[in-house]
């Protein structure tokens, strides 16, 4: 179907100048000088324990593993579609199953769970394949609850019963609530699978807790959920206890929605131990900038972008409060959206005392990057209308964000000492076939996975005062997780157990940290580092991506 790809805010400019050339110049700078000597500085030198000196997070929202890898590395491609063909070493994936001569094969692709359910009632369907004509898709249910319900005491089979979602705006392409039992593969997703053959992926990676985005970005810099200290407004469905469990936006964030349920936390996240270690860092999100008018006039906290049409309008915001990674803890908040002080250039970006607290728009990492900085540690937040949040965006859109951002990345002169991770929130409910490992039980009013009331089995994590945090049961449902990095394994897929604090435990590793504590999941979760090798040479070379059909228009691999 067709897209407006006009992005309407100073990103676009910043990532045309980038793809304009190899390498960002400044005045009076030849490309091939620039080359031979440049050397990016950075506000301070740190010592990691890894050949990674910055680490970039491109934070998506709302998808399970078989929802964008179900058939990997087997694409469909049917003509006029971007085709996907597989390199002749590609490891297979704890997937759904293949194609062979076009046709579904496996148990899970042609006699699923889902399928033999009776419960699901006239929803009870196979696995699939949603085409790249039906990339705007029906938001799904993914709460906390729902979520459990659908797993069935690990029979996974309850899917469209639970968490399905119908018809949207016709968008549900006649599925009703077997939607959710869709999948795209390398036709669509193509940029990721293509990533996937040149760098690292994970089949084994698991949203820390179930749930929406607001517990998933809280687990990926905390490791937490616990530990509302204040709370607005109606919080029914969004905190039990003191444990968030839904989409809450941050108390006293100037966009925050005035009647909408409302939290602040108390502990520390990842920003708190950075700080303590004089190491930089940025939040860069989309929308933050409140003083940028886009092209369609919006500005302010209702600045806006096209929207996939399944939103039932044009435009959706760039910036969501709920997906604020920082503003959930007094001391790294930025509630006002102040902008750097401006005797600040952006060669300074990411360390304290700016004035914005690390928390920036995305425009500013570019602009940073631009300057010669790139912060130790990065957490990457797309215009929603570019996340891949099913509703108001989709995988056609946000492929071109993704494949930008690491193109820029990848053309810089800081690329030789990155990581990238790409990964999500949240599943959406989109079908997963795995059944997580649960390393965290609960019991509360909220959990139902093992019968009402209860999600697992032994005790839960205790707080920094030996109390029990419930609710936070975990793992739940499988997400997409993928290390693109000079350091990668090539086309490798990982089996490691990890979750989205799997990422917070490698910042931790490698500057020496330490832990968050009082309960994290950062004492639970599995390492990262078996996607790298930073034992052999060569390195691997850029591979630069198409940013709307997702194929390789140059790599040296």
């Avoid at 293949?98 to 006699?111: A, D, F, Q, R």
């Avoid at 089979?157 to 039992?181: H, Q």
Wanted: net charge negative; proline share 7%.
């Amino acid at each position: 179907m067709s897209r407006n790809r006009k992005t309407t805010t100073r990103l676009a400019t910043a990532l045309r100048a980038f793809a304009a050339a190899s390498i960002v110049l400044m005045p009076g700078v030849s490309q091939a000088g620039a080359r031979r000597a440049q050397q990016p500085s950075q506000p301070n030198a740190v010592i990691t324990n890894t050949p990674i000196e910055h680490l970039v997070v491109i934070f998506q929202e709302n998808v399970s593993f078989d929802h964008y890898f179900a058939t990997y590395p087997y694409a469909l491609n049917p003509p006029g579609e971007p085709k996907f063909t597989a390199k002749d070493d590609t490891p297979g994936v704890n997937g759904l199953g293949k194609l062979v001569n076009g046709n579904p094969s496996g148990i899970l692709l042609t006699g699923n769970p889902n399928f033999n359910n009776t419960a699901n009632g006239s929803s009870a369907k196979n696995p699939f394949r949603l085409d790249r004509s039906e990339a705007a898709t029906c938001d799904q249910d993914h709460g906390y609850t729902d979520e459990q319900k659908a797993f069935d005491l690990g029979l996974m089979d309850l899917f469209p019963l639970t968490v399905g979602v119908g018809n949207c705006n016709g968008f549900d392409y006649g599925m009703g609530t077997a939607l959710v039992m869709g999948y795209f593969d390398g036709n669509t997703t193509t940029a990721l699978w293509n990533y996937a053959q040149h760098f690292a992926m994970s089949d084994n990676s698991y949203g820390t807790t179930f749930g929406p985005s607001t517990p998933g970005l809280m687990n990926l810099v905390s490791g937490q959920t616990g530990g509302v200290t204040t709370g607005k407004n109606n919080l029914a469905g969004s905190v039990v206890g003191t444990t968030v469990v839904g989409d809450p936006d941050p108390v006293g964030d100037v966009c925050s929605n005035p009647t909408r349920a409302q939290v602040q936390m108390g502990g520390k996240n990842i920003g708190d131990l950075l700080n303590a270690q004089n190491i930089s860092w940025g939040s860069f999100m989309d929308g933050f900038d409140l003083t940028i008018v886009n092209n369609n006039g919006t500005t302010g906290c209702k600045r806006s972008s096209d929207a996939a049409p399944s939103n039932g309008a044009p435009f959706t915001a760039d910036y969501i409060p709920h997906h604020s990674f920082f503003n959930y803890w007094a001391s790294t908040s930025n509630l006002s959206h102040a902008r750097p002080n401006v005797n600040v250039p952006p060669s300074q970006y990411g360390m304290s005392g700016d004035g914005a607290n690390h928390n920036y728009d995305i425009h500013d990492f570019f602009d940073a990057l631009n300057a010669g900085n790139l912060p130790a540690v990065s957490f990457l937040k797309a215009p929603a209308n570019q996340d891949g949040h099913a509703g108001y965006s989709s995988p056609l859109l946000e492929q071109p964000f993704i494949v930008q951002t690491i193109n820029t990345i990848q053309r810089s002169p800081f690329w030789g000492s990155t990581a990238i991770v790409v990964m999500y929130d949240d599943s959406d409910g989109w079908y997963d076939h795995q059944m997580s490992a649960i390393v965290n039980p609960s019991a509360s009013v909220a959990d139902a996975l093992s019968g009402a009331g209860v999600c697992g089995n032994g005790t839960p994590l205790k707080d920094g005062n030996g109390n029990i945090i419930q609710a936070r049961c975990g793992y739940g449902p499988r997400l997409p997780l993928l290390v693109i990095s000079p350091y990668a394994k090539r086309n490798y897929v990982d089996h490691t157990l990890t979750d989205q604090s799997s990422v917070l435990r490698f910042i931790e590793d490698n500057w020496g940290t330490g832990r968050i504590g009082g309960g994290s999941y950062d004492a639970l979760a599995g390492p990262i580092d078996n996607m790298f090798d930073f034992d052999d040479d060569p390195r691997l070379k850029p591979v630069i991506l198409n940013p709307w059909s997702g194929l390789v228009i140059d790599h040296g691999n």
